[in-house]
């Protein structure tokens, strides 16, 4: 729905500024204004999502302060990419996926383990985004993972 209000915006820019320089009387002005305006609200959705996205009690306090094990000075959260996590490790290896996820489970990188810290609620979290590659393959880039009591 973004991508295809992003697409009508510049189309109708584009065709706006065609219009403005071919014959400025045949109304290419409209064609401008309605594509700013349409890239505007595309441009803004992202901060209002992200606004009511919230994380409360201890896990929020914890995502705030949560950084990268494999770089401390980068955030794991970015207001929207942290949840708690179904995780189950097989022959050494994590796998996990955000509550309420019915994808595949996502085998996390040994760097991305937090081992320095606890879980702030016993429970295992995850932080990283979905990813679609023009609509073929997609996947999760995970950010950190931490497990939970008894992982």
């Known amino acids: 729905m973004l991508v295809l209000l992003a697409i009508i915006g510049c189309l109708s820019l ?14 290419g002005f409209k064609y401008v204004a309605v594509g700013a305006v349409l890239l505007l609200i595309w441009s803004c959705i992202p901060a209002i999502s992200a606004d009511g996205h919230t994380h409360e009690g201890a896990a929020g306090k914890f995502y705030q302060t949560w950084t990268m ?4 000075a980068v955030s794991c959260c970015h207001s929207e990419d942290c949840s708690s996590a179904e995780a189950y490790q097989k022959n050494g290896k994590w796998y996990a996926r955000q509550t309420g996820d019915i994808g595949e489970f996502t085998e996390i990188p040994p760097n991305k383990v937090e081992l320095d810290r606890d879980s702030p609620d016993g429970r295992n979290h995850l932080c990283g985004r979905k990813y679609t590659f023009m609509g073929a393959g997609s996947g999760f880039t995970v950010f950190c993972f931490i497990a939970g009591a008894g992982g």
């Open 14 to 27: 584009f065709a706006g500024f065609v219009m403005m320089a071919g014959a400025p009387e045949a109304g």
């Open 69 to 72: 094990p494999d770089n401390r």
